[in-house]
């Protein structure tokens, strides 16, 4: 699978938009780009994931680089039950777990 | 909505003992994924299974091993458990794919080797 690379952790406000990076410049052409997040001692839960273009959903948007090798996961108003670890997975089947983003959302 | 079901929730073994973990996928799910998370590290695949064949092999022991039945359910067993086997042990189901739909996970089992 192709590698991410993700800053280990980002701070937040509560009620402010968050914006967490990821760089895939080795993506292949049948990659989709998945987001996922895990609060302490849960499952991994599934938040988004896209191809070529843009998608919302009612947990968040992603926004996909035209040449693919970035993206971004948007969270429109954090909350602080948005605290967790943000991996952001490159995957045609199996997904692989990489060093994710730790979120942290202040009061 | 049903979800994914891991049995037991918590499991307390002895070096070299064995243990069974069992996953029960959202219904209609015929890919089932078994991953491994140890103190303060990431999830680590182990194995997938697609209509109860072996689709794809992570970094399983050859200590483990597992199988999915006719029911669609799984089953890891693990054997010769040693200190470091102690993790997090989680099941993810989905929908076949080419990675174009989600994984549903479920609350995972907690092993702890003594």
């Known amino acids: 699978d192709a590698k991410t690379t993700q800053p280990n952790s980002m701070e937040s406000n509560e009620e402010e938009p968050v914006h967490l990076p990821c760089n895939h410049s080795?993506?292949?052409?049948?990659?989709?780009i998945h987001w996922y997040r895990q609060l302490p001692s849960q499952g991994p839960e599934y938040v988004i994931h896209?191809?070529?273009s843009n998608v919302n959903n009612r947990m968040a948007s992603l926004a996909i680089a035209e040449d693919r090798k970035s993206s971004t996961l948007i969270l429109h108003r954090a909350t602080l039950r948005d605290a967790a670890v943000y991996y952001c997975?490159?995957?045609?089947?199996?997904?692989?777990f990489g060093k994710g983003t730790m979120l942290l959302v202040s009061p | 909505a049903a979800g994914v079901i891991q049995s037991p929730r918590h499991l307390i073994k002895e070096k070299r003992e064995t243990a069974t973990l069992k996953c029960y996928p959202i219904?209609?799910?015929?890919?089932v994924y078994w991953y491994q998370q140890g103190p303060g590290q990431d999830p680590q695949f182990l194995i997938s299974?697609?209509?109860?064949?072996?689709?794809d092999k992570g970094s399983i022991p050859d200590r483990f091993s597992a199988q999915q039945f006719s029911d669609y359910h799984s089953e890891l067993n693990m054997s010769s458990l040693e200190l470091g086997d102690s993790a997090l042990y989680f099941c993810?189901?989905?929908?076949?794919?080419?990675?174009?739909?989600?994984?549903?996970f479920g609350q995972g089992t907690r092993l702890t080797v003594v």
């Open positions: 219904p209609r799910h015929d890919t």
């Open positions: 896209g191809l070529t």
């Open positions: 299974f697609y209509e109860k064949m072996q689709s």
């Open positions: 993810a189901s989905s929908r076949p794919s080419g990675g174009s739909t989600e994984a549903f």
């Open positions: 997975i490159l995957s045609y089947s199996t997904l692989t």
């Open positions: 080795t993506i292949s052409g049948t990659d989709y």
